[in-house]
């Protein structure tokens, strides 16, 4: 009936932040939240007069309707940072974030690309940080001097099933790992300062020959 209906949907709905907190990530892990959430919507709608499995029902699909909201955001986002990459660099993020979540989404955890194309201006920006304005210093590339100025580099974050961000550690490295096999320089293994969510083209220069490139309107990967 319709209460039951929707005494389930709002119970399917407010469980979601709860059952997100349990670790299981692939088919199982989403079964198992999907079951958590129906056995609550069933019972909320049986104390409520309601029927049982129209509650449990009306829970699990609004909370499978959530997560597939979250899911195409989350790859809608992805895909607008990889289209804002030269061409000869999407394919393979592309192909690094979708390996990277095969491997990490079965233990609760899902990689996105937090950054990817930056302006000059935009990179001078975040150059001053630290320096000429408030705040924490996060590059030491000035604008021009950066693979992002060109659409030769991408950073990614992977986010637990709490919404917790984590941008170095074991996981990250696992993900590095998976950039190098597709050819990717993965900023974790810089001498320098460790860049961990970084990731670039293979064939990118210093910075200073980057700009050079840039100014004389030549190629910036191949020079010429």
Known sequence: DFMSGFIG?????AAGAFVNSIKLGGTFGLFTRTAITAAAGGTAAMLGGGNFANGALSAAFTYLFNEAILTIKDMMDNFDHILKLDTRLAEIAD???ELANKELNP????VKISSSYRSIKEQ?????KGRTKPGKIV??????????????AYDIVIIDSKGNLIWSGPLMERVGIIGESLGLVWGGRFKSIK???HFQHFL?????????????????LYGF
């Open 139 to 152: 590059t030491y590339a000035k604008g021009g001097m950066s693979a992002h100025n060109y659409g030769l």
């Open 95 to 97: 192909d690094h974030i």
């Open 124 to 128: 001078n920006e975040i150059y001053a």
């Open 204 to 220: 990118v220069p210093s910075g200073k020959d980057m700009y050079e490139r840039y100014k004389k309107g030549l190629d910036v």
């Open 9 to 13: 949907g709002a119970i399917g709905s």
């Open 195 to 197: 860049d961990c969510p």
């Open 107 to 110: 233990l609760g955890y899902k």
